[in-house]
């Protein structure tokens, strides 16, 4: 029943800031779990952040803990993610997911946005 589509991604030079968007579709939003992957050329999809139903908790990849930051606004259905100090290994095709019970595991989300293209150059 959910739909994810995200968007803000773009290019940006090291050292940089985007704010990526995950709007969703339908009247369960605040029922799921929900969490940012990226999967970068060649490589598998990997976890990056999750946040909890009410958005009162929250996990993040030892690569991006202390520059990006999960937030959730329900009555807005919508997901962001605040990428700071950005590397250029953070480039990637950043990813939406929702999943039924909190996860850091790709196999466990349930529905998947098309990505948005992050690039970030030196």
């Known amino acids: 029943q959910v739909q994810l589509v995200e968007s803000g991604g773009g290019l940006v030079q090291a050292g940089g800031s985007l704010r990526l968007s995950c709007a969703a579709s339908?009247?369960?939003?605040?029922?799921?779990?929900m969490g940012w992957f990226r999967q970068a050329t060649g490589k598998e999809r990997e976890f990056v952040a999750a946040?909890?139903?009410?958005?009162?908790?929250?996990n993040y990849a030892d690569s991006v803990k202390g520059r990006f930051t999960i937030s959730r606004d329900n009555a807005k259905n919508t997901v962001y993610l605040q990428m700071n100090s950005l590397k250029p290994e953070d480039t990637a095709v950043y990813y939406c997911?929702?999943?039924?019970?909190?996860?850091?595991?790709?196999?466990?989300?349930?529905?998947w946005g098309q990505g948005t293209q992050v690039t970030v150059s030196s």
């Open positions: 997911g929702a999943s039924s019970a909190p996860s850091r595991n790709v196999r466990a989300y349930d529905y």
């Open positions: 339908g009247r369960t939003f605040n029922s799921y779990c």
């Open positions: 946040i909890s139903r009410s958005g009162g908790s929250t």
